[in-house]
């Protein structure tokens, strides 16, 4: 092979090596972003989880109806996720917040006979401490 060639054959190796080891990077951080996010989501459905716990174990409206108000408030993101893996989790978090308020409106109503629909408000509004 002629010395050009051979210089071809190494330009030709050398940037596919660089476009693999870009490739390979992109890979790498993208999968530890997954994983970060569904850390992050495991631990806030955890916190979630624990307080839904609490409220239904609980007889003390006042309390039942404050831990309603901060479930309502927790993980509530100022602006849209961006990515698909945070849309995703995003969703996730609002499915199971959404249904821990629900468990909970349901405990609220057994616990007091009222019937004030199934929006946390109304219930926030009427037994939770005042902000």
Request: charged fraction near 25%; aromatic fraction near 8%; hydrophobic fraction near 40%.
């Amino acid at each position: 092979m002629s010395p050009v060639g051979q210089k071809r054959v190494v330009i030709v190796l050398s940037v596919t090596a660089a476009i693999l080891a870009v490739l390979a990077a992109w890979g790498w951080a993208r999968a530890s972003l997954n994983e970060v996010h569904a850390t992050l989501a495991d631990g806030w459905t955890e916190m979630l989880q624990e307080s839904r716990d609490t409220a239904l174990t609980s007889t003390n409206v006042t309390e039942v109806a404050d831990t309603l108000r901060w479930v309502g408030r927790f993980y509530r993101p100022s602006e849209p996720p961006a990515s698909g893996i945070e849309r995703h989790h995003y969703n996730l978090m609002e499915r199971i917040r959404v249904g821990y308020q629900r468990d909970i409106v349901i405990h609220l109503r057994q616990l007091t006979g009222d019937q004030l629909g199934d929006d946390p408000k109304p219930w926030i509004e009427k037994y939770a401490k005042p902000e």
